[in-house]
């Protein structure tokens, strides 16, 4: 492998809808600082927003505050947010969404010539192209270098300081050693840690992208970095089997949640995220299922305003209503959970943040699905967390005296951790094949979480049995994993795909077992402490400290939280 060494100001992890606003934020006033970001695909069609997007379910429409949508995250979470983080996430909505538009997105107006609302708080878009718009701005910077199919896998440490991070690329044997002032990682989340709703050659037919493996949760946790959350899944409610959105029928056209027996159910269980998806297990289990989106009977126009939003973002849904040759109006569309994610565009999962994303490691910040305690951010909330990153980042290197290139006194460290990385690549290029495939590993990762830790086929339930067996199985899992073999860079990037599953599985096992109760139903369905307990109404933190998983325990607050 040839190694290559970079030094940088600001080093971005992850191309996708926080990377690209960030580095679009520095580049604009971050006055001739050196910017790298570095993606494991292309920035023109990486991270969730790859295939695009029909709605921005996050901005502060007419009538509306910011407040109000703290309170609703608030709500919907059932108490466990950080409201430091929503407030100044809420209050950048319609900043970012303006200068959108201003980049080329097509906002759907009505006709008093305003942004044509769908609900309280999203807003209609053409948004096949939306990543595009934003990865050409950020070419257009003359102050960002973009490595595109680099996967970065671990974070340069020197005296308690991230300095760097060290990845390879996906196509050659080219090693990546990279020195920077400030590190932001801005990867997905973590998908495929369980057994997925569609088996073998469509376990890729996932809600969440299945190219999100959790590296940047693993990269911070395993250099000790606190996490919150984990605890706190997130599990989608989708179309069956082409795991298609339901909330642009739901909200679009009025759908209703159905049993077999035309019955509404929703009312029973409640409306919040995770109840819709409880509701469906239960009336599954009950034998009222399946169990449906209720569109028989909308109108014509709407069926056209249906398979036009879903060739947007989901075209799979549309092919299934025109082969089957029954619109929405003709059939109710059938519903499912899907396998359960960690994510923090969602829900609280990621790393432990101040409010103007600084991470518990110096030199290291987050925005995005990998940064805690902000749900509910979807894509204008990514973006906002990558312009206060970006914003916080650039304070912090002034006032270090960075402009002097003073961040780089640890390379010396860095370059020892780099070589030690590049060794444990060298090992799974060099050694001998072993009994044990990449998928065979895969696999049996997916089998442990879905029957030990909550999956579907276990209807999301868990016991505190069931997650030390898991612990365990992960755990043998791990050391298999350091034993597969790579016959090129391709099979690297999966093996180390499967080691980042591997480490956020058990953290995620070691959060389960710590929230002693079942706050968020489906999302943490604990079977020995099947309801809501006062005592832990509270943050689930964790840092890794000498191979163990540690627990924290921190209490809710108002106002800003220093880390």
Known sequence: MRTEKIETDVLIIGGGTAGCYAALTLASEAGGKRILIAEKANIRRSGCLAAGVNALNAYI?????????????????????????????SEGLNRVTARLEELGLVILKNENGEYAARGNRNIKINGENIKPLLADAVRKCDNVQILNHVNMTDLLLADGRVCGAVGFHVDDSTVYEIHAGAVLCATGGAAGLYRPNNPGFSRHKMWYPPFNTGAGYAMGIQAGAEMTTFEMRFIALRCKDTIAPTGTIAQGVGAKQVNVFGQ???????????QRVYGTVEENRAGRGP??????????????ELLKAYLNMAPSQTLKWIEEEKNPSQKDVEIEGTEPYIVGGHTASGYWIDRERRTTLPGLYAAGDVAGGCPQK?????????????????????????????????????????????GIYSHHLKKEPGPYSIDQVEEAMQKVMDQYAGGIGSGYR???????????KITLLQKLAMDLKAEDMDDLLHIYEIKERLIVCRSLIAHLKARKETRWHSFGEHSDYPGKNKKYEKFVNSVLKDGRIQIIYRTLQKGDIEI
């Open 378 to 422: 979807y894509v204008t909330g990514a973006l906002v967390e990558g312009e206060l990153a970006a914003k916080a980042i650039q304070k912090d290197l002034k006032e270090s005296g960075a402009d002097q290139g003073r961040y780089f006194a640890g390379q010396t460290a860095g370059n020892q951790a780099a070589a030690a990385i590049r």
């Open 462 to 472: 868990y016991n505190e049995k069931q997650l030390d067996l898991a612990d365990e």
């Open 264 to 274: 509404n159910y929703e009312k029973n269980y409640g409306i919040t995220t995770s």
């Open 291 to 304: 169990c449906y989106l209720h569109t028989e009977g909308i109108t014509g126009e709407q069926d056209k």
């Open 61 to 89: 429409i007419k009538g509306r505050t910011p407040q109000d949508y703290v309170e609703y995250a608030k709500k919907d979470a059932e108490n466990i947010v950080r409201e430091d983080l929503l407030l100044t996430m």
